[in-house]
């Protein structure tokens, strides 16, 4: 079991930065695949960015690729979204997700059922 916590969200103008962290405890021996996704009111749940356990290699939505970047550091357990050149489109409460292994295949998992493990969430607010 794989238990998250992300932290720093808040409020930015557009234009702004944030940097958004995501904590793991629990069984964290092993690297996972993960994700962040966010979700605006009254909408679907919307895949952001992915990270691969292998290579932290990482893939983003169209929508944020170029300003967002996602990235891991194994020590402390911790993921991060650094968000830049924020818009009032990104507003929305922000989630990681983790996906337990099951092979040595490292592939990027682009939708919410694929992962296993998720954490409260963080609101982002940009405002314009």
């Known amino acids: 079991q794989v238990q998250l916590v992300e932290s720093g969200g808040g409020l930015v103008q557009a234009g702004g930065s944030l940097r958004l962290s995501c904590a793991a405890s629990g069984r964290t021996g092993i690297t996972y695949p993960m994700g962040w996704f966010r979700q605006a009111p009254g909408k679907e749940r919307e895949f952001v960015a992915a990270i691969r356990w292998s290579d932290s290699g990482t893939y983003y939505a169209d929508s944020v690729k170029g300003r967002f970047t996602f990235s891991r550091d194994n020590a402390k357990n911790t993921v991060y979204l650094q968000m830049g050149r924020l818009k009032p489109e990104d507003t929305a409460v922000y989630y990681c997700?983790?996906?337990?292994?099951?092979?040595?295949?490292?592939?990027?998992?682009?939708?919410?059922?694929?992962?296993?493990?998720w954490g409260q969430g963080t609101q982002v607010t940009v405002s314009s």
């Open positions: 997700a983790a996906r337990a292994r099951t092979g040595w295949s490292d592939p990027y998992y682009l939708t919410p059922n694929e992962y296993n493990y």
